[in-house]
């Protein structure tokens, strides 16, 4: 069998999906459920029914569209929201690959027995109440509470934005019971990263999704007059801040070498000139693709914090906001997807994925797998994200021939 995507037809579905939501800085700002959102919601459900599909969309937005078979399904997609300011492949591209590769099955009339399924997941990006909100939704794992009584990013209450769609808390929470049984699912994702760049390898095969923590976190000190009280008597929050953000990182670059600790966004109080800040907020994550190393990660950066605390007068607090555990792919997985690059000549490497995707909550009800291609400098979340429209093609057709053989 050798069957290809369509490459131009791929890449003009990118280009039309590209238009939607575009913003001043170049961008495109597509958070779920805004009107740009709304308007690529329709686009899309229009090309999964004009490609024969069947269409359908669960209680919490997410889409598909099913070409019909027996057993448990093969299921292929991403997301279509994005980040403010972002660019047109993070997501989209995972999701247009698939739906090619759907529309090349149909067309060709190539003979699968299982049920195939693109799919479009929800506010991927966190831009309303946590990442992965459709995919979580989809396999019930939400919380209720942090869904219903959730801040978006915008100010607004969650509850707010669904007053401008069709979907509630309970549409959401209910969302999972929809799902079909599932075989596999398969993500093709631009790399956000530049390991395959630097290799020159056209195609990667993800082997671990990185876990991790996300925390936020406050030193606690005291405010005092910067004028008068002298430096060795101050319990400066902000100190303990800078003490504490450097050692973490040391640690973790000397000690753990793979796993990641940022600090991403920093509050001082009271915040002004003339008073020593009584306290520090800031985001604290940090992540590893190794179960074990991301809880021995939580305690020894605990660990540092308290001691840089008591030696400088000061308290700590911590309350956890978003946690997600490493993924191992299935090596039959990762055998198959190298056995179909090599039937297609396309070079293959192995490598680990930083960032999160919906594949990583998939993972807790089936086999899932992903496949990369490069980003020009390893660019995303940035109007600069780019690829090169043929380590596409060679994606979208490695994911075309891994779900073949995998619903045949
Ligand atoms: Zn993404």
Redesign the pocket.
């Known amino acids: 069998m050798d069957i290809r995507i369509n490459i131009d037809r791929l890449r003009n579905d990118l280009e039309e999906l590209g238009r939607v939501g575009r913003d001043a800085g170049g961008g495109i700002s597509r958070p779920s459920f805004s009107p740009a959102d709304l308007e690529a919601r329709a686009w899309l459900r229009k090309k999964i029914e004009a490609s024969g599909l069947l269409y359908r969309q669960d209680g919490a937005g997410n889409q598909f569209g099913r070409i019909e078979g027996r057993g448990k399904a093969v299921m292929a997609g991403?997301?279509i929201d994005t980040v403010i300011n972002g660019g047109m492949f993070?997501?989209a591209a995972?999701v247009l690959a698939a739906l090619e590769c759907l529309r090349r099955i149909r067309e060709a009339k190539i003979p699968v027995t299982k049920p195939l399924e693109v799919a479009s997941f929800t506010d991927?990006?966190g831009n309303l109440v946590g990442d992965f909100l459709g995919s979580r939704a989809f396999m019930g794992l939400l919380d209720k509470d942090e869904v219903a009584h959730g801040r978006t990013a915008f100010g607004l209450s969650f509850v707010d934005i669904l007053k401008g769609t069709d979907f509630t808390i309970e549409t959401i929470l209910e969302a999972h019971k929809m799902r079909p049984e599932l075989e596999v699912y398969l993500e093709l994702?631009?790399e956000?990263g530049s390991v395959l760049e630097d290799e020159g390898v056209p195609v990667g095969i993800v082997e671990t999704i990185a876990g991790k923590h996300y925390r936020q976190c406050s030193f606690i000190g005291l405010a005092a007059h910067a004028g008068t009280t002298p430096l060795e008597l101050r319990q400066d929050a902000f100190l303990g801040l800078a003490d504490f953000a450097l050692k973490a990182t040391q640690h973790v670059a000397t000690r753990h070498y793979g796993s990641m600790v940022t600090i991403g966004r920093v509050v001082l109080h009271p915040g002004a000139f003339s008073i020593v800040p009584a306290r520090a907020d800031f985001t604290f994550e940090f992540r590893s693709p190794d179960a074990a190393t991301l809880e021995a990660l939580e305690t020894e950066l605990f660990a540092i914090a308290g001691e840089v605390a008591s030696t400088r007068g000061l308290g700590f607090a911590s309350r956890i906001v978003d946690r997600t555990t490493p993924v191992n792919v299935a090596p039959r997985l990762m055998s198959l997807m190298e056995e179909e690059g090599r039937a297609l000549g396309y070079p293959t490497m192995r490598l680990t994925s930083g960032?999160g995707?919906?594949a990583q909550i998939i993972a807790s009800g089936c086999d899932a797998g992903m496949i990369f291609i490069p980003c020009a400098d390893g660019l995303?979340h940035s109007p600069a994200e780019k690829i090169s429209w043929e380590d596409l093609e060679k994606g979208a057709n490695l994911l075309l021939r891994a779900l073949v053989r995998l619903a045949s």
């Open positions: 991403s997301h993070d997501g995972g991927e990006e994702h631009i956000q960032a995707h919906d995303s």
